[in-house]
Antibody, heavy 113, light 107 residues
């Protein structure tokens, strides 16, 4: 079955760039679109964007970029100029005609000096 | 599109029926609405897509309905494993958005 696994630093300093990678197994990354979703501690879900699209959440003010590496079957998220408000669990997810399935287990990223 | 879920918390007993509402600030095109279940410390899990289609492996006690701006997730008879937080998501227009969630707790 399709499985996704997030990886990346758990701590990022303010004003730096948050970089996460999602490794996909059980599916070719070229065959689907792939999303990033985040969830601040104790709060709800926030859509960041998806691969192959110029659409990102306007609330991120053009700080987010999602890219795909077909040679490694991975996709990535870069979020620049982070602040404490970007502290969240970040999920990578497969996007199927809009709905999201399956989800990675999530990775907590804390923004702090 | 802003999605407003109600109630915020639903306190019910196992075996009871749960009715969760998701109301959109404008019409969701082509019923592009999904429901997810999230348990503590876990990632969300897809339950329903296209407003009423159950995802693979989802029991038939979960039923999605609605169109336009009003959508409902009904759990016909709550099982112990159904106590969780439920989110709706619209993917008909960008930015794609989620509701704030409804927590179904044991009474």
């Amino acid at each position: 079955q399709v499985q996704l696994q997030e990886s990346g630093p758990g701590l990022v300093k303010p004003s730096e760039t948050l970089s996460l990678t999602c490794t996909v197994s059980g599916a070719s990354i070229s065959s689907y679109y792939w999303s990033w979703i985040r969830q601040p501690p104790g709060k709800g879900l926030e859509w960041i964007g998806y691969s192959g699209s110029a659409n990102y959440n306007p609330s991120l003010k053009s700080r987010a970029t999602i890219s795909v590496d077909t040679s490694k079957n991975q996709f990535s998220l870069n979020l620049s100029s982070v602040t404490a408000a970007d502290t969240a669990v970040y999920y990578c997810v497969r996007r199927l005609s809009g709905w999201l399935d399956p989800w990675g287990q999530g990775t907590l990223v804390t923004v702090s000096s | 599109i802003v999605l407003t879920q109600s109630p915020g918390t639903l306190s019910l007993s196992p075996g009871e029926r749960a009715t969760l509402s998701c109301r959109a600030s404008q019409s969701v095109s082509s019923s592009f609405l999904a429901w997810y279940q999230q348990k503590p410390g876990q990632a969300p899990r897809l339950l329903i897509y296209g407003a009423s289609s159950r995802a693979t492996g989802i029991p038939d006690r979960f039923r999605g309905s609605g169109s336009g701006t009003d959508f409902t997730l009904t759990i016909s008879r709550l099982e112990p494993e159904d106590f969780a937080v439920y989110y709706c998501q619209q993917y008909g227009s960008t930015p794609e958005t989620f509701g704030q969630g409804t927590k179904v707790e044991i009474k």
